[in-house]
Each structure stands twice: as structure tokens, then as C-alpha cells.
């Protein structure tokens, strides 16, 4: 059987530098490689954390104006923090702070298209 590596998540946003600001802000993500056609269709964006070569894809559609239909939003994306109060107080002044759970330890923030991001203590992950 062939190998496999994680290698990208992708999100389709609305409002791409609204959610380029949000992500670095809230997350410290940064952009590593940007695709456009010539046409400007459509931007694809990947945001790297520095650390590893995983990427979250943002995909801006020039065309899309209504907001994205996310379910009951079940699916999620999860980041580990090595400061968790900081990151919650950060949080909290950013206001995206949309469900927390302190019995496990954990919080959700959503980002400008109500994507939601799990947010965990790196010593939950060990």
C-alpha cells in the first residue's frame, strides 16, 4: 500500500483578507503560497503555522456572494496551544469565542464565516 501524509484542509471564505486577518490574529497563521488564475475566478490561499507542512487552504470564489450552507456545523478544525489562557483572553477580546466546555478542558472559536476551531491545551494532546 502507498504512503500517505497530511498534507492540506481547505475552507471556502466570503471575504478572503477578512479572513486572512482573522486567522493570523486569532492564530498566528500566515500565508505561505497563493494560487489566482488569470481570469480571478477564484484565489486559493495556504496559511502555514511555521512549524510543520501541514496548511489550512482558504478558497476565495469571486462569484459566491451568499453565505457558505455549513450544516449543523459538526465538522471542525483543532489547534493546540502551548498558552491556554493567554489564547482564551485573546480570544475573548477578539469576541469569536462561540462555545466553551471547561469539564474537558477545551473552546471553539468561529471565524468570520462561522467555521468553527477547536482550541485544546498541548498538554491534553500528550
Not at 43 to 54: E, K
Not at 84 to 108: T, V
Request: charged share 25%; net charge negative.
Amino acid at each position: 500500500m502507498p504512503s500517505f501524509k497530511f498534507n492540506h484542509n481547505n475552507i471556502n471564505v466570503l471575504n478572503l483578507e477578512k479572513s486572512l486577518e482573522f486567522y493570523h490574529k486569532a492564530l498566528g497563521l500566515t500565508e505561505v503560497r497563493r494560487k489566482s488564475p488569470a481570469d480571478g475566478s477564484f484565489i486559493l490561499v495556504y496559511l502555514g503555522d511555521g512549524s510543520g507542512s501541514h496548511r489550512l487552504e482558504l478558497t476565495w470564489l469571486r462569484d459566491r456572494e451568499e453565505p457558505y450552507n455549513l450544516g449543523d456545523n459538526e465538522f471542525h478544525l483543532a489547534f493546540t496551544t502551548n498558552d491556554y489562557e493567554a489564547a482564551h483572553a485573546l480570544h475573548q477580546q477578539m469576541n469569536c469565542i462561540c462555545y466553551e466546555n471547561p469539564e474537558m478542558g477545551i473552546y471553539f472559536i468561529s471565524d468570520p464565516d462561522n467555521y468553527w476551531l477547536e482550541i485544546v491545551p498541548e498538554k491534553k494532546m500528550q
